[in-house]
């Protein structure tokens, strides 16, 4: 039987940004961790739109599909549905998880900073922040209001990372995939994973004139 890093749960929901996730996830895999995933139905209509992926959803099919798209192992991805409460993730007893909301949509957001726990991210989210695990939320919008805002500031204060898809260009991007790959490492860094997707600000491989 094969046994992987600790799981990271990584859900997604309906804000722009789908492929900051799915290549999270591919990364995650690689590194061997475990990944438990919950997409939102509204982050089901973001992939159809921004991306070529066709991803089921029910969650034992969604699961078959993301393993054959990463790579994963047998049973190093798992799915879970939007009322799945049973779900670990779901209980403070549950194991525990670091958790990644990527793409963190402002209507996602704003549960999460009321407790709302309305479906299983939110319940997620809200038992990560109780049983003080690590929760990272990636939200994509633009221009963000005051209610976005006071939300965030609320999350933060109780020690919620706020990393908003907003890549840098000091490492010179020359692709599309090199600016997703700047959101996903520092997700990563957050997380304290291992990564070669860019370099560290310092490292001799960043071009000397990037800090220009």
């Known amino acids: 039987m094969t046994t992987f890093k600790p799981p990271v749960t990584v859900a997604l929901t309906g804000a722009s940004g ?3 996730a799915l290549r999270l996830v591919d990364v995650l895999v690689d590194a061997g961790h475990e990944v438990w995933v919950m997409i939102s ?6 992939i159809a739109t921004e991306t070529d992926v066709t991803l089921p959803a029910a969650p ?19 799915c879970f549905g939007r009322e799945d409460w049973m779900a670990p993730v779901a209980s403070g007893s549950g194991a525990p998880s670091a958790m990644v909301v990527c793409p963190c949509s402002t209507g996602t957001l ?16 809200d038992v990560a922040i109780k049983e003080r695990r690590q929760l990272i939320m990636v939200p994509r919008e633009s221009p963000f209001s005051p209610i976005h805002l006071e939300h965030m500031l609320t999350l933060s204060r109780l020690g919620v990372v706020i990393l908003p898809a907003a890549p840098g260009f000091y490492h010179r991007p020359s692709s599309v995939d090199d600016l997703i790959d700047f959101i996903v ?13 860019m370099p560290r600000w310092g490292d001799q491989a960043m071009s000397p004139r990037s800090a220009n």
Do not use: F, K, P, W
């Open 18 to 20: 789908a492929q900051y």
């Open 41 to 46: 139905r509204a982050a089901h209509m973001v």
């Open 60 to 78: 034992e099919r969604l699961a078959r599909a993301l393993m054959e798209r990463s790579g994963a192992a047998e049973g190093q991805i798992r």
């Open 110 to 125: 704003s549960s999460v900073a009321t407790g709302a726990s309305d479906n299983l991210i939110e319940r997620a989210a």
């Open 185 to 197: 490492a520092r997700i990563l860094n957050q997380l304290g994973i291992e990564h070669t997707l």
